[in-house]
């Protein structure tokens, strides 16, 4: 058979899909023709290389996330999975999660040493996942719900709508974080939750917020800004979350 | 409602394959937290129409739905530039790939392999339908028929472009070493 027509078929022969007549024709070919072997050659070695180097390992989180996932679609409960894993223990998840809620709200009301801001904010944002409290108000709709913090809170928080730039508005919500009212407002960016709390600046808090940090899984973005504390908490990677501080902070207005 | 009972069979039919469907987002979106959304979202959607599976090769099952999933976000993210200005006839050629392979001795191609982070910078100017069939064949090891059905084009066009990609990625790293062997001098 002439080269021409063998070179023709020697990637169907690197990738088995020559009949076995065909084949052995190549095999023959390749013994007697340095061209077609040295071609057959640089295709192998290409296709080692890029074998070898070509796969990472998934993060050990993705199976993870998929499997909560999908308890969510059954309704089974992904978070009280997660949390009964974490503590290690077989307790009646329902029940246990919601004693957790019960008594971490006790404590942080009784103890004198008031938790880290961090921690607690990264709480009140699983918090708002884990009892399917995401929202008190669900809306899109900035003018929808703005409106509703009116007589909730002693300021009124600027509501964004940032959707042109994919992170869509949920809702609000009212929370407490260390024994004070704060506004949440509730954003989602593909599959991520990011909750937005605002809360009136401490004045005895001389110290500025943060900037950025990353605990527990989540990353958490705080500013001052007109004499209002805000802080960004998701699971959405850092560069996005710092996109959206950025798109956040440059178009709240002035009060 | 899918229950539990549903799920754990999707979970053991579907999960081991989630590697592969995690490698093949990150081939096309070259994102790895975006190829982490991506496969979490197929899965979701693969669920729900889990009922459509009817046995059989579940790994192209899965790998199809990723890479939908992937084509769409990219196509919503409208950075498929070379999406949209890819053209057969443009970045093919006429079938004188396996001229281009001679013109390539084998020292040259084999000292291109040296480093990993070069063949997968290689990869990514590939356009992404060549990456794609590359990853499907090389990677996972699908027949062309198998590629044909999870890409959704004719046989022929899968044999086309895995060919092209090869041509090209030989051709992108026997530049990338001569380049270094400039700069070395």
Redesign the interface.
């Known amino acids: 058979m002439p080269c021409e027509e063998m070179q023709q078929k020697i990637e169907a022969y690197l990738d088995g899909e020559l009949t076995l007549s065909d084949q052995r024709d190549m095999e023959e070919h390749l013994a007697q023709c340095n061209r077609c072997s040295a071609v057959l050659h640089n295709l192998r070695a290409l296709s080692a290389s890029v074998k070898k180097v070509g796969t990472v390992t998934a993060p050990i989180s993705l199976r993870r996330k998929i499997k909560s996932g999908l308890r969510e679609m059954t309704g089974e409960g992904a978070d009280a999975f997660n949390w009964r894993h974490l503590l290690g223990v077989g307790v009646g998840s329902a029940v246990f999660a919601s004693f957790c809620v019960w008594f971490f709200m006790t404590f942080t009301a009784l103890s004198p040493l008031q938790p880290q801001p961090t921690e607690e904010l990264i709480a009140a944002h699983v918090r708002s996942m884990m009892v399917s409290h995401l929202t008190d108000v669900a809306s899109s709709d900035k003018h929808t719900v703005k409106p509703w913090f009116n007589g909730k809170l002693d300021f009124s928080p600027s509501v964004l709508d940032l959707q042109e730039h994919g992170y869509q508005l949920v809702g609000g919500r009212l929370d407490y974080l260390q024994k004070q009212p704060v506004a949440a407002l509730v954003y989602k960016h593909r599959a991520h939750i990011i909750n937005v709390f605002i809360r009136r600046a401490d004045s005895a808090a001389t110290a500025k917020p943060a900037g950025y940090t990353h605990q527990q899984g989540y990353n958490l973005i705080r500013w001052r800004k007109d004499g209002l504390d805000y802080a960004l908490v998701s699971d959405l990677n850092e560069k996005e979350l710092r996109q959206m501080a950025v798109l956040l902070e440059s178009q709240l207005a002035p009060k | ?4 009972k ?2 754990q069979r ?2 053991r039919t579907m ?1 081991v394959h ?2 592969a ?3 093949l987002a ?2 096309l979106l070259r994102d ?2 975006e190829a ?2 991506i ?3 197929a ?2 959607k693969a ?2 129409h889990f009922s459509s599976f009817c046995g059989g090769n579940a790994a192209g099952w899965m790998l199809t739905i990723v890479r939908n999933t992937a084509y769409n976000a990219l196509q919503k993210a409208k950075r498929n530039s070379n999406l949209i200005s890819f053209d057969e006839a443009l970045h093919g050629g006429d ?1 004188s790939c ?1 001229n281009s ?2 013109t ?3 020292e040259d ?2 000292s291109a ?1 040296e480093s ?2 070069q ?2 910078a290689a ?1 990514e100017r590939l356009p992404v339908e060549y990456r794609e069939v ?2 499907l ?3 996972e090891g699908f ?2 028929k198998e590629i044909a059905e999870a890409t959704q084009v004719p046989q022929g066009t899968v ?1 086309s472009r ?2 092209r990609a ?1 041509v090209q ?2 051709k992108i ?1 026997v530049e990338q070493s001569k380049r270094k062997k400039a700069n070395a001098l």
Do not use: C
């Open positions: 409602m899918a229950n539990k549903d799920r999707f979970e999960l989630h590697g469907a995690y490698n990150l081939w790895p937290a982490e959304d496969v979490q979202t899965y979701m669920f729900e079938g396996q392979f001679n390539m001795n084998p191609t084999l392999m990993g982070a063949i997968m990869i590359f990853f064949r090389e990677i027949s062309y044999m895995l060919s090869r990625l030989q790293l």
